[in-house]
Each structure stands twice: as C-alpha cells, then as structure tokens.
C-alpha cells in the first residue's frame, strides 16, 4: 500500500491554487453540522480540496434511502452514525486530517465549537438548530454558507452582517428561544422557505407539485435526487473555498439558483416583480396544501 502524502495529493490543485493558497486550506477550520446530503458532498469536496480541519455533527443513522444521494452511505455505512461513518470515509482519503466527531451535544457546545472555526457550512433542516447556528455565528462574526429546500441547486453565503435566513423570510421564530420551537413553527418555516424558491426561482417546472405540497405541508420528508444535491454540496465548498482564501465574488446571503436543466443562474427576483410573483406562489400554495 503508498504511503499517504498531503503535498502530493493536492498537487494537482496547483494552478487553481498558490501554494500559500493551499497552507491556508490546510490550516483551515471548517464546521459541518449535518453530513448527510448537501452537507456531506460539501465535506468531501473540502476534503479531496485539502482542507486539513473538521468539526462534523449529526444526529442521524445512515438508511437505505439514502443510498439515493449522500455520498458517504454505503451498505457498510447503513445504521452507523452519519458522524463517524463520514469521518471513517474521510480518513479514508486523507488519513492527515483532524475530523471533530459530535452527536447531539452539539448545540450545547456551540460556542466553543465556533470559537475555534473559519467558516460553518449549514448541512441540516432543522429550523430550530439552524436558528440556533446562525445567531451564534453572527455573535462569533462567522459567515454560514447553506442552501435553500430546492429541487434546483443553491448556495447562499451569510456573512456576519447579514440579515438571518429568519429575518429574511419572516419565520415565526424572531424573538423565540430555539429550544422553544414548535413542530407548527418548523412547518411554517418551511412554507416561508419553499415560497421563497418558488417565487425567485423556475423551481416549479422541474418537480411534482403535488408531492411538493405534501412536503410543504409536513406530510412527507423532503425529496432529493443524487445530482441536484452533489451539486449543491460541491456549490457550498466552493463559497467556503472563497471566504477561507478571501477570495471575492461569488453570492451573498440570498444567494441564487443553478438551473442544470437550462443551463443558466437564477437570482432573486427585484421587489417590482417579487411581490406581485410572491402573492400567486402563496395563494398557490395555499391551494396546494389545502
């Protein structure tokens, strides 16, 4: 078996990167709280990038249906914790670097977490936890780089002045503990997320609006298909690339939309025309849901 060498793992990033660019990667910190789908194929495009540091969480197992999509479930990997399933497979490919395993406990461990990270990386759809980490990353003057519920890829980068994802989309947890948020809160915030893909984005044109709805509606788990959520993922690890290098450019904290099937980005809407295109998403979806 070759013995593992960092340098000459990452040579090949020469030209994308100076090799002052690459010291920076390596030394650099990063936070993934979800490593299933977007979140995992973030890790590990930071990973094979050379990334040399990990805090990674999950509360979840590994199960066969997501076999579909997130790139570190395998048969072997089924029923193990995401966590240390994906740190297995990490070290797999780099056995240099520092992976940082964390269950639930998490969330109560936050700061600590932050006070030694670059940049987080929001892999999760919790609203409660997801409220939780991007208030103490503004208070740490973290950026979060996520994406939103959308069957088109996404990637938004929420600097510390930013205006929060529930600012942005009203959710009805402004000025709510995060541990008091209801099951009826995470729906709604859910509902608020989906209109705003539907009103910003072509979103509609590529799914089954009635599953859709049942989605919105609590009813069933979100869907995701293999290619949508790796390129999202891969989105995500490029922003983190950006603010770890200091690199301009990219998006902002509302992001924008790649449509592979058109092969175009799609950004916000202006408010002459996200308006008026909000009113019929809602009324839409207030049908839909029924």
């Known amino acids: 078996m070759s013995e593992f060498d960092y340098v000459e793992m990452t040579t090949r990033n020469r030209g ?25 194929a973030a890790f590990m495009a930071l990973l094979r990038a050379g990334v040399g540091n990990f805090v990674i969480a999950d509360i979840d197992v590994f199960e066969v249906s997501n076999l579909n999509r997130q790139l570190f479930a395998t048969i072997e990997t089924v029923d193990r914790p995401k966590a240390e399933a994906a740190r297995d497979g990490a070290l797999r490919i780099n056995p240099e670097a520092r992976i940082e395993v964390h269950g639930e406990e998490w969330t109560d461990q936050l700061d600590t977490l932050l006070s030694r990270t670059t940049v987080v990386i929001n892999g999760m759809d919790d609203a409660g936890a997801g409220v939780h980490l991007y208030r103490r990353a503004k208070a740490h003057g973290l950026t979060v780089i996520d994406a939103y519920a959308s069957p088109l890829p996404s990637v938004t980068r929420v600097g510390p002045d930013a205006p929060r994802l529930e600012e942005r989309l009203n959710y009805p947890t402004i000025g709510v503990d995060w541990r008091a ?23 509609h044109k590529y799914v089954d609006l009635d599953i859709a709805g ?14 949508m959520v790796t390129m999202a993922g891969t989105m995500m690890a490029e922003e983190a690339v950006r603010v770890i290098l200091g690199r301009p450019g990219g998006t902002d904290h509302r992001g924008w939309f790649f449509n592979p099937h058109a092969g175009r980005v799609e950004r916000p809407l202006p408010a002459l025309l996200a308006v008026p295109k909000g009113l019929l998403v809602r009324r839409f979806m207030k049908k839909l849901i029924g």
Do not use: D, N, W
Not at 214 to 227: L, N, Q
């Open 16 to 40: 994308f990167v100076t090799e002052a660019e690459q010291a920076k990667l390596r030394a650099a910190t990063v936070f993934i709280p979800g490593v299933g789908g977007m979140g995992g």
């Open 214 to 227: 049942e989605v919105a509606a609590g009813k069933r788990s979100r869907f995701s298909f293999s290619t």
């Open 181 to 203: 948020v209801t099951p009826e809160m995470r729906v709604a915030c859910l509902e608020a997320e989906i209109a705003y893909v539907l009103t910003h984005s072509s979103s």
